[in-house]
């Protein structure tokens, strides 16, 4: 639970990196990257060690499927939320296919 706990966290700060800036478009460029870098710091902070303690559980893979899930959730909602955006039926079928692939990487065949 612990590292699903710190990947969560650690994609609010990525989605926030790659994400947040596009609200401020009239900002400067390198603004706008070295604002995201030091945000991206953060979630570094907490992505290494998740990955770290992870690995004694679960695979690579696994870890990295687990990441991708959770980018997925969080994605969703600061689109909605933060953005403004909505979720259009292909996207959501999309995502949904995605999530689809955590089935097939856990399944123990």
């Given at each position: 639970?612990?590292?699903?706990?710190?990947?969560?966290?650690?994609?609010?700060?990525?989605?926030?990196?790659?994400?947040?800036?596009?609200?401020?478009?009239?900002?400067p460029l390198?603004?706008?990257?070295?604002?995201?870098?030091?945000?991206?710091?953060?979630?570094?902070?907490?992505?290494?060690?998740?990955?770290?303690?992870?690995?004694?559980?679960?695979?690579?893979?696994?870890?990295?499927?687990?990441?991708?899930?959770?980018?997925?959730?969080?994605?969703?909602?600061?689109?909605?939320?933060?953005?403004?955006?909505?979720?259009?039926?292909?996207?959501?079928?999309?995502?949904?296919?995605?999530?689809?692939?955590?089935?097939?990487?856990?399944?123990?065949?």
């Amino acid at each position: 639970m612990k590292t699903i706990l710190l990947l969560t966290i650690s994609n609010i700060f990525m989605t926030i990196a790659w994400y947040g800036h596009l609200k401020y478009k009239s900002s400067p460029l390198w603004r706008a990257v070295l604002i995201s870098w030091m945000i991206a710091f953060a979630e570094y902070c907490f992505q290494v060690p998740a990955n770290r303690i992870g690995h004694y559980q679960f695979s690579a893979a696994q870890l990295k499927t687990i990441q991708e899930a959770i980018t997925l959730v969080i994605f969703c909602v600061f689109s909605v939320v933060y953005l403004k955006e909505g979720l259009k039926w292909n996207y959501l079928a999309g995502f949904l296919m995605m999530i689809l692939a955590v089935f097939f990487v856990f399944k123990k065949w």
